[in-house]
């Protein structure tokens, strides 16, 4: 992430093959910020783009800190990283590339403190 802050109007984006629609699919999407993070938690904005254009978009909450403020995750530095189940199971429809965007949904333009997100795909 640029170190002024994520703009909401930036979204990360990832692309994925996927060749076998029979299989199953557990995604796990991760989170790493600074110690100075200001808030709790995170809400991002997911959208998938399917093979055929079409979309899906989901919103997903990241708690990163207890109620009393202790930061959960693992450390690294002036930073944690921790990693949240997206979605179980769940079959893709189309064989083809699906690309995922990724916009934080904070009640700021720029966020700042978040490092870096990122996606994993494996199989259920």
């Given amino acids: 992430m640029p170190v002024q802050g994520w ?10 093959q996927v060749a076998d629609t029979s299989l199953l699919y557990d ?15 995170a809400f991002f904005l997911i959208t998938t783009i ?6 899906s978009i989901d919103t997903l909450e990241c708690v990163l800190a207890t109620q009393e403020g202790e930061w959960i995750g ?3 530095g002036k930073f944690r990283s921790i990693g949240f189940l997206y979605k179980q199971g769940i079959g ?3 064989a083809g590339e699906y690309r995922f965007e990724i916009r934080h949904a904070m009640r700021e333009d720029t966020l700042r403190g978040i490092t870096a997100v990122g996606m994993k795909i494996f199989p259920h």
């Fill in 50 to 55: 399917f093979p055929n254009m079409e979309t």
């Fill in 92 to 94: 893709f429809p189309q």
């Fill in 74 to 76: 693992r450390r690294f």
């Fill in 27 to 41: 995604l796990v999407f991760s989170v790493k910020h600074a110690d100075n993070y200001r808030w709790q938690n």
């Fill in 7 to 16: 703009a909401y109007t930036e979204p990360v984006s990832f692309n994925a």
